[in-house]
């Protein structure tokens, strides 16, 4: 069950990296998604990571700005993001499923395992 942590609020054009720590499971055989949910919006897919090829994707409102890397060491994902706006603000979940199934678009139905969620919050 992932679990995800470090979100906040933060001033615009300023960064946070958030963690989803995926226990229990070896992480290299599983492809990990971060989702947004922005309030009254649809969940979407804004960076995914297959472990298995090492294949990255992104949506093209967070390309440049965010960055998706995982430590093996640590079971964990990191979502790096830089360059805040306010459109960001929203629920963030960290999401698995098992590599052959990957895709990263959309809210997700097909991933499997799903943390919390952690709130960032983008204002001045």
């Known amino acids: 069950q992932p679990v995800e942590s470090g979100g906040g609020l933060v001033q615009p054009g300023g960064s946070l990296r958030l963690s989803c720590e995926v226990s229990?499971?070896?992480?290299?055989?599983?492809?990990i998604a971060w989702f947004h949910e922005a309030p009254g919006k649809e969940r979407e897919a804004v960076a995914c990571m297959n472990n298995w090829d090492g294949r990255i994707d992104y949506l093209d409102s967070v390309k440049g700005r965010f960055t998706i890397a995982r430590d093996d060491s640590k079971n964990t994902v990191y979502l790096q993001m830089t360059s805040l706006k306010a459109d960001d603000t929203g629920t963030y979940y960290c999401?698995?499923?098992?590599?052959?199934?990957?895709?990263?678009?959309?809210?997700?139905?097909?991933?499997?395992?799903w943390g919390q969620g952690t709130q960032v919050t983008v204002a001045s």
């Open positions: 229990g499971v070896t992480l290299k055989n599983f492809a």
């Open positions: 999401a698995a499923v098992i590599a052959r199934y990957y895709y990263c678009a959309g809210p997700g139905h097909g991933y499997d395992y």
